[in-house]
């Protein structure tokens, strides 16, 4: 059985990928942002602490113009295109503030969380994401005054994907990945 046949996986999971080509005649309006950051906001997270901040430019604004220089050549081939980018930060100690969120030991893990919903909400929007790690972190983070209790983790090029000329996606077997009990002993086929 192939997973990436109906009805095993959802539409907006299947179809989904990391685009490198966006149309430039998208621009994210305020409610497809707001839609975006929301799904974000809105996941699950340890004690519900909510370890999450966002950083984010739409192509052409002033926010936009400080990120595009800071992305690594690879990226900046593809991702200035799209239509946004969003930086994503999870808090890496407590604040220095009397009311500050308490660090948790499950931030990084509610981020990756945070951004996998954003990324189903981009998908139901008809719009593709793009996460990438090559960019300039201590730079981005200087340039946008995150505190030091703060990381930039990843970068998210979001915007209506192109998918005329897209790569196989290819995963390691399940047999590898999920384990019945006891590690290494498949829980299922294939
Ligand atoms: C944390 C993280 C960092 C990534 N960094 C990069 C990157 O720097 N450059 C890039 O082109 N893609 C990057 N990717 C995209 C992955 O290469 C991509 O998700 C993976 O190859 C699977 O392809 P798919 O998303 O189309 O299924 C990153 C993805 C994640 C989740």
Do not use: K
Request: proline share 8%; aromatic share 8%.
């Amino acid at each position: 059985m192939d997973p990436l046949d109906p009805p095993v996986l959802h539409p907006l999971l299947r179809e989904r990928r990391s685009v490198r080509e966006y149309d430039e005649s998208h621009r994210l309006d305020d409610v497809e942002l707001a839609a975006l950051l929301e799904a974000a906001r809105w996941a699950p997270s340890a004690g519900n602490s909510q370890p999450w901040a966002f950083l984010v430019g739409r192509r052409d604004d002033g926010a936009h113009r400080v990120f595009v220089p800071l992305l690594a050549p690879s990226v900046r081939r593809w991702a200035p295109a799209a239509s946004a980018l969003v930086f994503a930060l999870h808090q890496v100690a407590s604040g220095p503030e009397e009311d500050a969120l308490v660090y948790s030991d499950y931030a990084a893990y509610d981020l990756g969380q945070a951004v996998a919903h954003l990324t189903v909400q981009a998908a139901a929007l008809g719009l593709s994401t793009h996460q990438f790690a090559a960019f300039d972190h201590a730079g981005l983070a200087a340039a946008c005054g995150v505190p030091p209790h703060w990381a930039v983790t990843t970068g998210i090029a979001v915007g209506r994907g192109v998918t005329s000329e897209l790569a196989p996606r290819v995963r390691r077997p399940m047999a590898e990945v999920a384990y019945a009990g006891r590690f290494g002993a498949p829980v299922l086929p294939g």
